[in-house]
């Protein structure tokens, strides 16, 4: 009965490729988030989706497409990746925009 | 701009020591504040926070914070540290006139023995 999870841990690719990244929640909250941390730890929030609409999308290269077909669902599709793409990358949910959030596991992007 | 300032980068302290780690805001009005803890190789988990009322909030693991208006401040404390506390702790501010939390650079803490 995992609250936040991801889809799939690790990630090992090549540059150049498409890979798709998978987030359920089971919490029954409204909001959803991606979030990339980077190799010093660094949380940075990257798009934010509340009941399926996207309210936040910070400055991301067009490469990354979130998907949202359900409150409970959030993907995260990425093009023609590079090396910088590298990074640990975190789902979560909130009741509420601004209020506590649960994480994901997290999953380990590694481009080659 | 809205920040969050995590002054110390890593704090090493003994085994059953004290612990402070230190959070700082820049916000007009009162934000909802939030710790969390992250342990190798896996996700962040809430520890404690506040929205309103009390100022010194209680949360799980023995941990506390208190919210100081006057200081923007919102400061983790935990009286005795056990090694099981060893992990990366965020301060993160939730803004409630948007839809954005800010997560501070974080405090890797160590724990000797």
């Known amino acids: 009965d995992t609250a936040v999870s991801q889809t799939p841990k690790y990630l090992v690719t090549q540059m150049g490729n498409d890979k798709s990244i998978k987030c359920e929640q089971n919490?029954?909250?409204?909001?959803m988030y991606w979030y990339k941390q980077d190799s010093k730890k660094f949380l940075k929030i990257m798009f934010s989706?509340?009941?399926?609409?996207?309210?936040i999308n910070e400055t991301v290269p067009n490469r990354f497409s979130p998907k949202s077909p359900d409150k409970a669902h959030l993907n995260l599709h990425i093009n023609s990746l590079e090396l910088g793409d590298s990074a640990v990358y975190f789902c979560?949910?909130?009741?509420?925009?601004?209020?506590?959030?649960?994480f994901g596991p997290g999953t380990r992007l590694t481009v080659t | 701009a809205q920040s969050v300032t995590q002054p110390d980068i890593h704090i090493t302290v003994s085994e059953g020591a004290s612990l402070e780690l230190r959070c700082n805001y820049s916000?007009?009005?009162?934000?909802?504040l939030f710790w969390y803890v992250q342990s190798p190789g896996q996700g962040l988990q809430l520890l404690l926070k506040?929205?309103?009322?009390?100022?010194l909030v209680q949360g799980i693991k023995g941990f506390e914070a208190e919210f100081k208006r006057s200081q923007s401040s919102f400061n983790l404390r935990k009286p005795s540290v056990h090694w099981s506390d060893a992990a990366e702790y965020f301060c993160?501010?939730?803004?409630?006139?948007?839809?954005?939390?800010?997560f501070g650079a974080g405090t890797r803490l160590f724990v000797k023995a």
């Open positions: 993160a501010v939730g803004y409630t006139g948007g839809f954005k939390t800010i």
């Open positions: 979560a949910s909130s009741v509420r925009t601004a209020g506590e959030q649960y």
């Open positions: 919490l029954g909250h409204d909001t």
């Open positions: 989706y509340n009941n399926k609409e996207l309210i």
């Open positions: 506040y929205f309103s009322g009390d100022t």
């Open positions: 916000y007009g009005a009162t934000p909802y």
